[in-house]
């Protein structure tokens, strides 16, 4: 029987070429129409670096495992790295161009927007926070404009999820602290010039300190054989006995409560990535689905196709309106440490369920890193995990709705 459909244009051995990058922008809701110029500004800025300066490299980057240092400098020139922060000589940034920034960067690429989240969101938080008026004046623009990288170092090797329970130790000497211990997982952590060390001081308390990563005793390696986010490094540390001076230690960070504020501040900014990663894994796939023909039409033609992308949609749309509800509520100085979790794992969950629907949508060209959707795949597993991982803010959440902590 002959086939009365009109001729897809793919007839033939030959496979088209798919353009799977093309911006789509579903605001179903309408949640992005009051947005500030400043604000637009900040997104098409983010949006305009992905497009033409991290789209044609990061494939490569990404298999090579190779650290874009030059991409690092660039987002401090183009203001994006500072997650909203307040920095001297830098314009004020909303919560929301913020917001924006981390969702248009991890569109792009999930390594990208993480670089961006270290040093914006840990490490130059950790300071504006917790630092002296000195540190402050020394870290602070540069940081923001990116001319030298920061890291958060807190995770160990016996400690993630109860970090709380770190092992590392500051001594107190006559000059200043020797810090001893483990770190793991530190972004950053072997290719800037500063990490912000937690470690417990003689009181018991954990305490934060800024130590020079070129400081003897400081070494540094790099974490090889990720299948995620391989497009930024993380580090071991081992801090044998590293001398920094009195003046190092952040004033502000006492007790691990200190480190808890600057860790809930940043849990929407990894949930506005996930939304990135939620929104590349979706125009991939409805453009893939408009692009693919097989039994002589688009993929997209099929109503199993277009109810999955529905689904797709759905998803989507609900997370813009808990993530700019969230957003609403930290700006006037009411999100909770539960709402900061809810955020996280309900961004991080939802994108990844639909990173897996469109990796499949996209058939075997799905797990090509040059159809963009298997890196996204790859990279959303890492934002699951770090800044506390799924089940741990569902513990918080958890908690907060019964009153017992579940921890333990
Ligand atoms: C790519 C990447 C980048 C990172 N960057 C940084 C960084 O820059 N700085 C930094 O300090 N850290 C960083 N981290 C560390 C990250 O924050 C930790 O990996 C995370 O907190 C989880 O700790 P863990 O990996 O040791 O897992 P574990 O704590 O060992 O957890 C293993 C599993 O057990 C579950 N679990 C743990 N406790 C409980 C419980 N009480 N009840 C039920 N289940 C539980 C967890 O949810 C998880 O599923 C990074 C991690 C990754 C993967």
Not at 195 to 203: F, K, L, P, T, Y
Not at 220 to 225: N, Q, W
Not at 369 to 377: A, C, D, K, P, Q
Request: aromatic share 6%.
């Amino acid at each position: 029987m002959s086939n009365t459909r009109s001729a897809p244009a793919s007839q033939g051995t030959e496979e088209p070429e798919y353009d799977l990058w093309e911006p789509l922008d579903p605001d179903v809701a309408g949640v992005f129409r009051g947005v500030s110029d400043e604000e637009r500004d900040y997104r098409d800025r983010a949006r305009r670096f992905v497009q033409d300066e991290v789209r044609p490299v990061i494939a490569g980057l990404w298999d090579r495992a190779e650290y874009p240092l030059d991409l690092a400098r660039r987002l401090g020139e183009l203001d994006l790295l500072r997650d909203g922060i307040d920095v001297p000589g830098l314009p004020r940034q909303s919560l929301t161009a913020a917001s924006l920034t981390m969702m248009e960067l991890a569109r792009g690429d999930g390594s990208i927007a993480t670089i961006a989240g270290v040093q914006g969101g840990l490490a130059l938080r950790s300071i504006a926070m917790c630092g002296s008026a000195a540190q402050k004046d020394r870290w602070l623009e540069p940081l923001a404009r990116g001319t030298e990288l920061g890291a958060f170092a807190l995770t160990e090797p016996t400690h993630g999820s109860d970090s709380v329970s770190l092992e590392t130790r500051a001594e107190a000497v006559d000059d200043g602290y020797v810090i001893t211990g483990h770190k793991k997982w530190i972004g950053s952590g072997s290719v800037g010039r500063v990490s912000v060390v937690w470690a417990r001081g003689d009181d018991g308390q954990v305490q934060g300190f800024l130590v020079p990563q070129d400081s003897p005793g400081y070494r540094a390696t790099t974490i090889e054989g990720k299948a995620s986010l391989r497009a930024i490094w993380q580090a071991h540390i081992e801090l044998d006995g590293v001398r920094v001076p009195a003046e190092a230690r952040m004033p502000g960070a006492n007790s691990f409560k200190d480190t808890a504020r600057v860790l809930q501040a940043t849990r929407l900014g990894v949930a506005w990535s996930a939304l990135g990663h939620a929104l590349a894994v979706y125009e991939s796939a409805v453009h893939y689905a408009r692009q693919r023909v097989q039994f002589g039409r688009p993929l997209a033609a099929s109503q199993i196709v277009q109810s999955r992308l529905a689904e797709m949609l759905s998803q989507l749309t609900s997370l813009q309106c808990l993530l700019t509800g969230l957003t609403g509520a930290e700006d006037r100085g009411e999100l909770s440490g539960p709402g900061a979790s809810l955020g996280k794992y309900t961004a991080t969950r939802t994108a990844r369920d639909m990173a897996r629907n469109a990796r499949d949508l996209l058939g075997g060209n799905g797990i090509l890193l040059e159809n963009r959707v298997m890196r996204h795949f790859a990279d959303i597993e890492a934002l699951h995990t770090y800044e506390g991982t799924e089940t741990v803010q569902a513990l918080i959440i958890g908690r907060d709705i019964t009153g017992i902590s579940a921890f333990a």
